[in-house]
């Protein structure tokens, strides 16, 4: 199993751009999450899912759209990229539909928005 | 809404030291699981422990200890005889359990040195 995947694992973007990055997991699991890691603030859940076709909006969802049409893929799409979301992104996955148990993440992506 | 605190942004010690992680919650819900991750400095997170609300049980795996208190709203983590490889931020994180928010605090960092 490849566990939780994501694409790109670096991306600079220019202020006003749009991008999609990508999850994916292949362990069958309900849930999935996207957050932010910021210093100081530690992880900020933007948006999550507790199956394919139901998405929710974390604690920080502003600028930030998902989807979840397959149980596989939770993308994230960033619709006009401002400087405020450079950070670095981490998807994440748990069995279960909530986070009840323990969540599998991906490696990061660390995106830079000048 | 739930809230997680971690007042201690960085902690030095030295190899062999005992080192306490402090981690408050705030909950509205009587039903709540509590969590620890770590991130080394390699940047991915690492699942270490989960605990639902009613089971105030500490918790002893090798050098790793844990103690949950209702009374004080505090799930604090232990690291005995610390060891350079303990190096990372550690992540406190909630969540309830008819919801699929999941919250973190802002993270320790925790610098062993040898």
């Known amino acids: 199993n490849a566990g939780v995947t994501q694409t790109p694992k670096f991306q600079v973007l220019k202020t006003g751009q749009s991008m999609t990055l990508q999850c994916a997991q292949d362990?069958?699991?309900?849930?999935m999450s996207w957050y932010r890691q910021d210093p100081g603030m530690g992880l900020r859940l933007i948006h999550y899912s507790v199956g394919a076709g139901i998405t929710d909006q974390g604690e920080v969802p502003n600028g930030y759209n998902v989807s979840r049409s397959t149980t596989e893929d939770f993308p994230l799409r960033l619709l006009s990229a401002a400087p405020s979301q450079t950070s670095v992104y981490f998807c994440?996955?748990?069995?279960?539909?909530?986070?009840?148990?323990?969540?599998?993440f991906g490696p990061g992506t660390r995106l830079t928005v000048t | 809404a739930q809230k997680v605190t971690q007042a201690q942004t960085e902690i030095s010690v030295v190899e062999k030291e005992d080192v306490t992680l402090d981690c408050v919650y705030e909950?509205?819900?009587?039903?709540?699981?509590l969590f620890w991750y770590k991130q080394p400095p390699s940047g991915e997170l690492v699942f270490l422990i989960r605990?639902?609300?009613?089971?105030?049980q500490n918790e002893i795996s090798g050098r790793y200890s844990w103690n949950f208190q209702k009374s004080t709203s505090s799930f604090n983590f232990t690291i005995t005889a610390s060891q350079v490889v303990d190096s990372a931020v550690y992540f406190c994180?909630?969540?309830?359990?008819?919801?699929?928010?999941?919250?973190f605090g802002a993270g320790t960092r925790l610098t062993v040195k040898p």
């Open positions: 909950t509205r819900d009587t039903t709540y699981y």
């Open positions: 605990r639902n609300s009613f089971d105030e």
């Open positions: 362990m069958n699991h309900e849930y």
């Open positions: 994440a996955s748990s069995y279960y539909p909530n986070p009840t148990y323990e969540q599998y």
């Open positions: 994180g909630s969540t309830e359990v008819l919801v699929g928010d999941m919250r």
